[in-house]
């Protein structure tokens, strides 16, 4: 296999493996939210933020805000995906999965140290909680491994 096929197949791969993530913490958010007594739609809404503002935590259903959240929400899966399937491809199972967690704790530290703050989002970004949100990118993180690993290359049969 060229090397060009084996990136066409990590790259792939980690773009589905980045829809898989989102919608896995997508659920987790959800849950978590409503658990919490929270308004659900803030979940859909919340990537929404950079460009309409107090509509993506207004309280309720917002049709717009929730189809750019979405949208926003699952470009961003997706790129974190694809790089995710550049760097482990040709992993092991094992490794693949730790490496998804870390992944995961990397992912939270660009996001809220740097994309967050650059997207006008700073006091979001401080005030969240540290741990509950590191949970939830760990929780991306290995979703984003689980859904790579039929992607990952397979060992020669000895």
Do not use: C
Request: proline share 5%.
């Amino acid at each position: 296999m060229s090397g060009r096929q084996r990136s066409i197949i990590a790259l792939s791969g980690g773009v589905i493996a980045g829809i898989f993530g989102g919608i896995v913490v997508s659920l987790y958010g959800l849950l978590s939210t409503v658990a919490r007594g929270g308004d659900p739609w803030v979940v859909f809404k919340g990537a929404s933020a950079p460009f309409l503002a107090d509509r993506a935590f207004a309280p309720g259903f917002d049709a717009g805000a929730v189809v750019l959240g979405i949208l926003l929400h699952f470009a961003v899966s997706i790129a974190w995906g694809a790089l995710f399937g550049l760097l482990v491809y040709g992993a092991n199972v094992f490794r693949t999965l730790v490496f998804g967690a870390a992944y995961g704790v990397i992912v939270w530290f660009v996001m809220y140290r740097a994309v967050l703050p650059t997207a006008g989002l700073r006091a979001l970004a401080e005030s969240a909680p540290v741990g509950p949100a590191i949970l939830e990118h760990v929780v991306f993180g290995l979703a984003l491994a689980i859904g790579f690993l039929p992607f990952q290359r397979r060992a020669p049969a000895v």
